[in-house]
């Protein structure tokens, strides 16, 4: 089997992704980015999935993306919010932040003789991310290998998958028991918070798919522990 | 007019594009990235270029280029050579670096409502760098418009010139007094080492163009100086 990059967050998504890579190609190196996360609790979390899976974690520093500004997700006080952006776009939005991301992420597989990588952007995402749509990654891929003179494939297993349909793919793959160790949470809480919309988004996938988040599992013996 | 971003690294190319861009929009926000390059004088040149033409330059660290290495334009002890890297590529090739300049210079373009980008690239250079390619621009302007749902026009005035026609366009836009304190050798030096593939192809451009090098006037000047 060929070698692949894996985009990991400690979200999810690329945990799933990192289990579905796990069973088609060899070896996988999975990569993360600090932009000054306002939350650490977000490579922790990839750390311990990557641990569990048995996959090296590579960290790469990306301030870049705190100097661009404009996000919430990014260290500052602004509040979160699902809408508030211009043209309606979450504030969470760093303009072509998966293009950055995978942009590094091929010439970080190029040096290492690497043609495929995996992100787990999803369509479904779309209502603010259109650097998540499969049109624009087909576009990406095209820029990479003009730019670079190297074929790159990109990999996007969620993209038409709803959430409920993203949990049995989780099943299939073997990622329960890490999604246990996962984040999501917009707070960057654990236990999570269970308000912010990154929380319910998460929970309605579970909910609709009819399987308990191994996570909130692990949340509830968490607080059972300390009653 | 409206406003556009400049890429710029206080060599030939973007000093002649800063004052083509001149010509055009208003206003220009001169964007220049600091990757650890080994010569601190690149980043000096690009601010007394700026200086010289009343333009704000901004200059946002981008520390990932040396972490994803292999070139040897980031400061290493590598000696440099006009090929060497794989397939016949330079080995002062950063894969995909214009991709990165040009996405990240994007995002900052639409933090500030502005959808004009220049950059100094030129198939002349075609020899090793893929990324100079007028298809790869064609390509990332689509896969930026897609990606931030925000379009994004890139200009590269010298893409089809040769060195000599850039010395004319130089003089046409008023560039000459600026390159006097541009940027070329790859030894970093002032006075320019002359023998360096950079120093070379730039010497070459002016011979043929018929037109002296301020750079070279300033250059003999010092050294006047200094007998």
Same mark, same amino acid.
């Given at each position: 089997?060929?070698?692949?990059?894996?985009?990991?967050?400690?979200?999810?998504?690329?945990?799933?992704?990192?289990?579905?890579?796990?069973?088609?190609?060899?070896?996988?190196?999975?990569?993360?980015?600090?932009?000054?996360?306002?939350?650490?609790?977000?490579?922790?979390?990839?750390?311990?999935?990557?641990?569990?899976?048995?996959?090296?974690?590579?960290?790469? $520093? +990306? !301030?870049? /993306?705190?100097?661009?500004?404009?996000?919430? &997700?990014?260290?500052?006080?602004?509040?979160?919010? =699902?809408?508030?952006?211009?043209?309606?776009?979450?504030?969470?939005?760093?303009?072509?932040?998966?293009?950055?991301?995978?942009?590094?992420?091929?010439?970080?597989?190029?040096?290492?003789?690497?043609?495929?990588?995996?992100?787990?952007?999803?369509?479904?995402?779309?209502?603010?991310?259109?650097?998540?749509?499969?049109?624009?990654?087909?576009?990406?891929?095209?820029?990479?290998?003009?730019?670079?003179?190297?074929?790159?494939?990109?990999?996007? $297993? +969620? !993209?038409? /998958?709803?959430?409920?349909?993203?949990?049995? &793919?989780?099943?299939?793959?073997?990622?329960?028991? =890490?999604?246990?160790?996962?984040?999501?949470?917009?707070?960057?809480?654990?236990?999570?918070?269970?308000?912010?919309?990154?929380?319910?988004?998460?929970?309605?996938?579970?909910?609709?798919?009819?399987?308990?988040?191994?996570?909130?599992?692990?949340?509830?013996?968490?607080?059972?522990?300390?009653?």
């Amino acid at each position: 089997m060929a070698g692949a990059v894996c985009l990991t967050s400690g979200g999810q998504d690329s945990t799933t992704c990192l289990f579905w890579a796990k069973q088609r190609f060899d070896p996988i190196l999975a990569l993360a980015f600090d932009y000054g996360q306002r939350h650490r609790i977000e490579l922790e979390a990839a750390q311990v999935v990557c641990d569990l899976a048995g996959i090296p974690l590579t960290v790469l $520093p +990306l !301030m870049i /993306l705190r100097d661009l500004g404009g996000s919430a &997700l990014i260290g500052s006080s602004d509040t979160i919010q =699902a809408s508030g952006g211009r043209d309606g776009l979450p504030n969470t939005f760093v303009p072509g932040r998966n293009l950055l991301f995978l942009t590094v992420a091929a010439a970080f597989a190029y040096q290492r003789e690497i043609h495929d990588l995996i992100i787990g952007a999803c369509e479904t995402d779309y209502s603010g991310y259109p650097d998540c749509r499969e049109q624009t990654m087909c576009a990406l891929e095209t820029t990479l290998h003009l730019g670079m003179d190297y074929a790159v494939q990109i990999h996007t $297993p +969620l !993209m038409h /998958l709803t959430k409920a349909q993203t949990v049995f &793919l989780a099943q299939d793959v073997g990622a329960m028991a =890490a999604l246990k160790y996962s984040h999501t949470c917009y707070e960057g809480c654990f236990p999570p918070c269970g308000m912010c919309p990154a929380c319910q988004l998460r929970a309605r996938g579970f909910t609709e798919a009819g399987v308990v988040d191994p996570l909130l599992q692990r949340a509830a013996a968490w607080r059972a522990e300390r009653v």
